[in-house]
Nanobody, 128 residues
Framework: QVQLVESGGGSVEAGGSLRLSCVAS????????MGWFRQTPGNEREGVAV???????TYADSVKGRFTISQDNAKNTLYLQMNSLQPEDTAMYYC??????????????????????WGKGTQVTVSS
């Protein structure tokens, strides 16, 4: 059973930075796609960034140039470095994974329902 545990959320002022982490366990296959999604109350979950099994990355337009997704395969950990945070980045951030990954990271980014595994989320709050 795949398990994903997020950490690193918190409260920061606008312009600040946070780094989210997601520790994964239970993968049966070495081929997987992982990503970060976020959600605010009353709104649908939206894609933030996805990293494909080939290491390719996809970002939401709203975070390009500010956020960086990366992974440490040795530590089975996914990261999201968030810089220049803005109040509109306030949300619950979720880590997601799919394994085995048959498609590109971009394909999964556009189809979040294909991710079978989700963490419980970590809250990010940015004050102005």
């Amino acid at each position: 059973q795949v398990q994903l545990v997020e950490s690193g959320g918190g409260s920061v002022e606008a312009g600040g930075s946070l780094r989210l982490s997601c520790v994964a366990s239970g993968f049966k296959y070495s081929n997987y796609c992982m990503g970060w999604f976020r959600q605010t109350p009353g709104n649908e979950r939206e894609g933030v960034a996805v990293i494909g099994s080939d290491g390719s990355t996809t970002y939401a337009d709203s975070v390009k140039g500010r956020f960086t997704i990366s992974q440490d395969n040795a530590k089975n950990t996914l990261y999201l470095q968030m810089n220049s945070l803005q109040p509109e980045d306030t949300a619950m951030y979720y880590c997601a994974a799919e394994s085995p990954a048959y498609y590109s990271g971009y394909y999964y980014y556009r189809r979040p329902w294909l991710f079978r595994y989700w963490g419980k989320g970590t809250q990010v709050t940015v004050s102005s």
